[in-house]
């Protein structure tokens, strides 16, 4: 027994170099080759098995399933006059994390931070940042706050829009007898009403901020661009007065379309299109894509978005009580 | 020929509408997608070449052509969202 737990336990080719006569496939390489035949030997299984036929589902031929139906808010329940649906609960949601983990940072900071404070302590950086570069040292201490709290507001609202939660009450899945909703991903941001409502506010306020920094003539001339006269003013002055009231659709719609194109092409690579042409091959055939803009969206355009629509607001505030 | 096509169709009135949401469809997406494409690689150009010539603003510089990403990005958005109201709704 002793002879044996005192011998060096080394098996050849454990921990020791791999035999010089072949070179192994790396690890990656295997699992890239594994899926990669998978999936082309899943779409050969759809063919051989299916044939290249349509076999539309009968809610699709008679056109009662619609792939929007994922957007659309059904009342779950009346709380007084607030209507609780989907929509409501993810903005709930977002909000309660949203506050719940920066008070929860803020009461317990330390000298030596942990993982959740560093990250929060980057995002604070970051925003500030972006708040002093666009607005002087007194509007910076106002109004970074606001901007900070956009910033991850947005941020956390468009990331939970990517994690599965059961929210579908249009399907149902049993679980041991028990109805619950299936899962399904979505955000607050594919309503129009919610970018809709931040845009007002920053709107609101922009406008607010420059009337008190100009007074309401001095401001709507601020609108101009300086050093333009004589009758071209009569042509500007429309386009930037236009403008201005686009600078609302234009943050409005960016948010929303971006959510809810994303959320769309999602859900058609990851399955609706094949549901809809009736081909199980196409939703195969597509799903590595579907991951790949899910990834994408998650990644990129969840923070991207908020930091443009933070940073937006930076430069719209600052912008109205500059002078020229 | 026409007549042969028009009794194809079976209802030339409900043909016509989802051949006009298609191509709304096709021309919302493809026309956001080549407009977007352009502006996209309009921006990494420019940002490429100004952090090849001035390599000590990369940070700044990084940061303005995200903005400009996601500015340009959202216009494809812009498109296929029109292409789906109009397919869809």
């Keep these: 027994m002793s002879a044996v737990a005192g011998a060096p336990p080394i098996a050849p080719g454990v921990g020791g170099t791999p035999p010089a006569s072949k070179q192994p496939m790396s690890r990656a390489r295997k699992i890239t080759y594994a899926v990669v035949g998978a999936w082309v030997g899943g ?19 008679n056109n009662v399933f619609s792939p929007t139906d994922e957007f659309r808010l059904d009342t779950w329940f009346k709380l007084g006059p607030i209507a609780i649906n989907k929509g409501v ?78 929210v579908d009450s249009t399907q149902k899945v049993s679980v041991f007898g028990a109805h619950i909703p299936s899962l399904q991903i979505y955000a607050a941001d594919t309503n129009v009403a919610f970018p809709l409502v931040l845009a007002l506010g920053v709107f609101v306020l922009f406008t607010y901020e420059g009337v008190k920094h100009h007074g309401p003539i001095g401001y709507v001339k601020s609108l101009m661009p300086g050093g333009v006269k004589g009758p071209i003013v009569l042509l500007i002055f429309p386009i930037e007065i236009l403008s201005n009231f686009l600078r609302l659709i234009s943050l409005t719609v960016r948010l929303w379309a971006n959510l809810l194109a994303g959320h769309m092409l999602i859900a058609f690579m990851g399955g609706t299109l094949g ?3 009736g081909l199980q091959l196409v939703s195969w055939f597509l799903l590595p894509f579907g991951i790949a803009i899910f990834l994408f969206e998650a990644v990129l355009i969840a923070a991207l978005q908020a930091f443009i629509f933070a940073i937006l607001t930076a430069i719209y505030i600052g912008g109205a009580v500059e002078s020229h | 020929m026409l007549h042969a096509l028009i009794a194809a169709t079976g209802e030339p009135l409900e043909y016509g509408k989802a051949a006009g949401r298609a191509i709304a469809l096709g021309f919302g997406a493809g026309g956001g997608a080549a407009g977007a494409g352009a502006g996209i690689g309009a921006v990494f150009n420019a940002s490429i070449q100004s952090k090849t010539r001035q390599p000590e603003l990369r940070q700044e510089v990084e940061r303005d052509q995200w903005l400009g990403f996601a500015l340009t990005e959202a216009c494809f958005f812009y498109g296929l969202v029109g292409g789906f109201i109009a397919f869809f709704l």
């Design chain 1, 43 to 61: 779409i050969v299984l759809f063919v051989v098995l299916f044939g290249l036929t349509a076999h539309k589902a009968p809610e699709v031929a």
């Design chain 1, 275 to 277: 549901v809809l042409v």
């Design chain 1, 89 to 166: 609960l993810y903005l709930l949601l977002s909000a309660g994390i949203t506050i719940g983990v920066m008070v929860y940072i803020s009461k317990r900071l330390r000298e030596r931070p942990g993982r959740l404070q560093v990250t929060v302590e980057w995002f604070y950086d970051f925003a500030r940042r972006m708040t002093r570069e666009n607005l002087d040292e007194r509007m910076e201490r106002k109004y970074f706050p606001l901007i900070a709290t956009i910033f991850v507001f947005i941020l956390v609202s468009n990331l939970l829009g990517y994690i599965p939660l059961p």
